[in-house]
């Protein structure tokens, strides 16, 4: 009795060991960045050029879905690919600024246009 008692007991473990092995790395694949800053560096600076009318033409998270955000923001490129986007902000806010985007994306749960 007390055998088969150890090993549900070491099951148990080993079951808990691979759950927590999983959600750690579901969190690491994840990009690491803040949605809240994210909106707030996006409103702020590239909201600037990115209005109706405005050089860059309107861009909201709604412009691209979240497989083209993650692409646009891995090449890191902007303006055509003429310029890099960590032009205008550092490499922890455009984390931020992609996982805002990606978030709210056309095709995400929660589309937002960013207060046009
Ligand atoms: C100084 C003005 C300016 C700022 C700031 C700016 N953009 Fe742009 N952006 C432009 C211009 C100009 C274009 C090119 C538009 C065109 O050719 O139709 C552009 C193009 C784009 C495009 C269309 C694809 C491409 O790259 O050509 C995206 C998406 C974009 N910008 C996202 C952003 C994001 C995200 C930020 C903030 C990190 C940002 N922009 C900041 C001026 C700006």
């Known amino acids: 009795m007390k055998e088969k008692k150890d090993l549900k007991d070491t099951v148990k473990f080993l079951a808990a060991t691979v759950i927590l092995a999983l959600s750690v790395s579901v969190a690491w694949s994840q990009p690491k960045g803040n949605e809240t800053k994210g909106r707030f560096y996006f409103k702020q600076t590239c909201k600037s050029c990115h209005t109706k009318g405005a050089a860059g033409g309107e861009i909201t998270p709604m412009s691209k879905t979240q ?40 095709d995400s749960p929660q589309p937002e246009t960013c207060g046009k």
């Open 67 to 106: 497989a083209q955000w993650e692409r646009y923001f891995t090449l890191g490129k902007h303006s055509k690919g003429t310029e890099l986007l960590s032009k205008y902000l550092t490499e922890e806010q455009l984390r931020d600024a992609w996982v805002y985007l990606v978030k709210h994306a056309v």
